[in-house]
């Protein structure tokens, strides 16, 4: 069960996708929403125990994030940065497998296309996981794309390490 997370102080995104063989199963999507009103620790506890709750609900093996990346609005990345380490702090423990990607790798890997545009990817993540529509709002539909590049990354890694251990002892 991989969880996907687009980290936000206000909107936290999150995905849920489970493999079932190769394929990519849809599970879950949606936001964790932290009121402005109430005070900055107040907004890290309702989102740690959001990511909390997700993860014992959903039994979570895998947790995926977008590797935080620098920006000219210092008080954004400090705030971002925040959110995204109360996530892993509710995420992830010495059972759970974490992956971070750079957004060019998690758009190459759901469009194919490392600098493709945000409703690009969207449809994209519709499409691979049978959806109707492209996942709304955009932070779960970022959160889900993470989750998918993940799904990839385990079962390449997966044939990999069958493709190695088959050689073992072959000359």
């Keep these: 069960m991989i969880l996907g997370i687009d980290p936000g102080i206000a909107l936290l995104g999150y995905g849920l996708v489970r493999l079932d063989g190769d394929a990519p199963v849809h599970l879950d999507h949606g936001c964790i929403e932290t009121p402005a009103r109430l005070p900055q620790p107040a907004r890290l506890r309702l989102l740690y125990e959001g990511v909390a709750a997700?993860?014992?609900a959903f039994s979570v093996t895998d947790v995926a994030m977008e590797a935080l990346f620098y920006?000219?609005?210092v008080s954004t990345?400090?705030?971002v940065g925040q959110a995204r380490g109360v996530a892993l702090l509710a995420a992830v423990d010495e059972t759970t497998v974490f992956g971070e990607y750079t957004p060019t790798e998690v758009k190459q890997v759901v469009a194919g296309f490392?600098?493709?545009r945000k409703p690009q990817v969207q449809a994209m993540v519709g499409l691979l996981l049978g959806l109707?529509?492209?996942p709304s709002p955009d932070d779960a539909a970022d959160a889900l794309a993470v989750a998918l590049c993940h799904a990839r990354r385990v079962t390449l890694d997966a044939v990999l390490t069958s493709s190695a251990l088959g050689r073992v002892g072959t000359p």
Aim: net charge positive.
């Design 54 to 56: 997700l993860k014992q």
């Design 114 to 116: 490392g600098r493709a």
């Design 71 to 73: 920006s000219r609005n």
């Design 132 to 134: 109707r529509t492209p």
């Design 77 to 79: 990345v400090v705030t």
